[in-house]
């Protein structure tokens, strides 16, 4: 048996942008340069840390809001209950929807 999700993607795509362009961007273990679109497992927050030379380095959240009613909703008409409701919280993280985008700015030394 396969459990799927029903609430929405496990994984999204969160565009983070700097000011100035080209700082190094390090999220959940991934490091790009920005503007970047990365892609992350929803769950409830992450931190993003931006740092360039020249400038003191930035600090920001990426938000995750639980889908709480779609995920209810959806795993009892899908007749999965608790286990389709852990899939999309605890497994595939798509209970939640993350921010589409953040923007960081970086202060000059």
């Given amino acids: 048996i396969s459990w799927a999700s029903i609430t929405g993607p496990g994984n999204q795509q969160v565009k983070i942008e700097t000011t100035p362009p ?8 991934q490091t790009q340069v920005s503007p970047a ?3 992350l497992k ?9 740092r360039k030379d020249g400038y003191r380095d930035a600090h920001g ?3 995750g809001e639980p889908r709480i ?3 209810v909703v ?3 008409y899908n007749l999965t209950g608790i286990i389709g409701m852990a899939v999309d919280f605890l ?3 798509a209970a939640y929807k993350l921010d589409n985008n953040v923007s960081l700015v970086l202060d000059k030394k």
């Fill in 69 to 71: 009613l779609a995920g």
């Fill in 91 to 93: 497994g595939t993280g």
């Fill in 22 to 29: 080209g700082a190094e961007i390090i999220v959940d273990g």
């Fill in 42 to 50: 929803g769950k409830s927050d992450y931190t993003v840390m931006a």
């Fill in 37 to 39: 679109l990365v892609t």
């Fill in 74 to 76: 959806g795993n009892i």
């Fill in 61 to 63: 959240k990426i938000n």
